[in-house]
């Protein structure tokens, strides 16, 4: 499962933070890190992140992206995705 987080959109509430902290990190007051490639096993805490985001900022992307042809539009290396703002 991939994840992206709008870092411009995060207020850096860090519930995602305490329901999967195995996949995201509050780094500071406000930076937020996280693992854009999340393991499956993770899924469950994920999805609980996801809807507790009070901004709505982490999208979850389950396709394998070679079969998706919308991503094409999107020029984003996936080492590029996770950060500290």
């Known amino acids: ?7 411009n959109r995060c207020q850096g509430y860090a519930q ?8 995201f990190t509050l780094h500071g ?9 999340a393991d499956e ?5 994920v999805a609980r992140a996801v809807a507790a985001c009070p901004v709505q900022a982490i999208l979850v992307d389950d396709e ?10 999107v020029s984003v290396d996936d080492e590029d995705l996770s950060g500290v703002r």
């Not at 499962?1 to 870092?7: A, C, E, I, P, Y």
């Open 1 to 7: 499962m991939r994840l992206v987080v709008d870092l």
């Open 16 to 23: 995602c933070a305490f329901l999967a902290p195995d996949v």
């Open 29 to 37: 007051e406000e930076a937020l890190l996280y693992t854009p490639h």
């Open 41 to 45: 096993t993770q899924r469950e805490n």
């Open 64 to 73: 394998d992206r070679s079969d998706r042809s919308d991503v094409s539009d």
